[in-house]
Nanobody, 126 residues
Framework: QVQLVESGGGLVQAGGSLRLSCAASGRTFSSCAVGWFRQAPGKEREFVAA????????TYADSVKGRFTISRDNAKNTVYLQMNSLKPEDTAVYYC???????????????????WGQGTQVTVSS
């Protein structure tokens, strides 16, 4: 099992930036693909971005492509989500999730992730 803790959320104006962090405990974190998901009030949790265990394979939702960047530092057991050009529609609780995987392309399916953090709130004002 991997325990995950998100941080870095907050209130920002439209057009601003935030960097979310997902800190993991456990020696096997480097064997995990990690995804970021978000859930707005009244909506289903949706995929945002994911990165493979090596850091070389990433994938993004169309809605954030070109604005968000996912990265990881396995030495620090941390995955980051750099969010630029934020929009009010990016407002949500953001969750990171991990799954043991060695595939190059990380999964975008939330049901395939079995370790989740508690979430961090991101609010973008217009």
């Amino acid at each position: 099992q991997v325990q995950l803790v998100e941080s870095g959320g907050g209130l920002v104006q439209a057009g601003g930036s935030l960097r979310l962090s997902c800190a993991a405990s456990g020696r096997t974190f480097s064997s995990c693909a990690v995804g970021w998901f978000r859930q707005a009030p009244g909506k289903e949790r949706e995929f945002v971005a994911a990165i493979n265990r090596y850091g070389g394979g990433t994938t993004y939702a169309d809605s954030v492509k070109g604005r968000f960047t996912i990265s990881r530092d396995n030495a620090k057991n941390t995955v980051y989500l750099q969010m630029n050009s934020l929009k009010p529609e990016d407002t949500a609780v953001y969750y990171c999730a991990a799954r043991y995987s060695s595939t190059y392309s990380p999964s975008t399916n939330r049901n395939e992730y079995d370790n989740w953090g508690q979430g961090t709130q991101v609010t973008v004002s217009s």
